[in-house]
């Protein structure tokens, strides 16, 4: 099975919720249709991102990618209930490396 990072930033939390919320709702949102191996908060710059390592089934390169960047949509949809979010980067294992899926 392919494995991808979703990889996105946080900014504001929205009145009302606390920070362990924003890892819960990506999570959830992204465990709802595939399999979460890994989560994690980074800190670059300055600004939060979470990541959250995932895979896909076993399909055609593109429909991979494109299940991959669907499911990381769906995840930021979630979080936005609870949090602001900046820019979202999905990454794909390919050959020893994480490439980001366009």
Partial sequence: MPS???RL?????????????VMDRAET??????NVEAKDLEVVARMPRIVLRFTVPDSTWDSENSAALAAA????EGVRDVATTG???VL?????RWAPVD
Avoid: K
Wanted: proline share 6%.
């Fill in 9 to 21: 930033q946080i900014g504001d939390l929205l009145p009302g919720h606390a920070p362990e919320e």
């Fill in 92 to 96: 794909r294992r390919d050959r020893g």
């Fill in 29 to 34: 949102a992204l465990a709802a249709t595939h």
């Fill in 4 to 6: 991808f990072r979703a």
């Fill in 87 to 89: 820019r979202l980067d």
């Fill in 73 to 76: 949509g769906r995840m930021r």
